[in-house]
């Protein structure tokens, strides 16, 4: 089984990419690979650019990924209420070559804060977007108060009951 996690951020110290890692490694995996979405920059998505730009490879290597996975692990960033733009913006441009970007790959679909709704809206946000895009999404989870909530030396969720919480969603994940 091959998994492929990311954070929905582009910050180099995503707390969403950091989450997304710990709960891919708690899945039973072959292969783990972790995206970091500032390997996806590209420029702001428009119709006019994609006119005079095309349809950028990167967008392409990027859906080629989701293609690659048995199961999906993303975790989704706050911004002002909703996705980041960063996350945002590869998902419209790989959308303009494949309609379906997420495959209907089975999803893990978290989100993470360093306040207490824990992205709670982002990852509301993304469930209305995504199951019009292939998105397969089996399973939610929040990480509030990221800062007391996750260990940062050890990489892993510090606050017991919030492991135990994810670590029984993982046992009962559904992989079709
Ligand atoms: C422009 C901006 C808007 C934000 N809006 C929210 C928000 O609406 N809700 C929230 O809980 N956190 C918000 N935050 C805080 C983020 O949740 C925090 O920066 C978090 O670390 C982002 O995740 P990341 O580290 O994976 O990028 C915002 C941060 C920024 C920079």
Known sequence: MKILAFGGSSSRNSINKKLATYAASLFNADEIEILDLNDYELPLFSVDREKLIGQPPIAKDFYEKIEWADVLVISVAEHN???????????DWASRQKKLVFNNTPMLLLSASPGKRGGASALE???ISMKWYGGNIKATFSL???????DESRGNISNKELDNA???IIRNFEYE
């Open 144 to 150: 509030p108060s990221f800062k007391e909530n996750f």
């Open 81 to 91: 209420g909703g996705m980041t733009a960063a996350f945002k913006n590869i998902y």
């Open 166 to 168: 994810l670590k029984e």
């Open 125 to 127: 946000a993304a469930q």
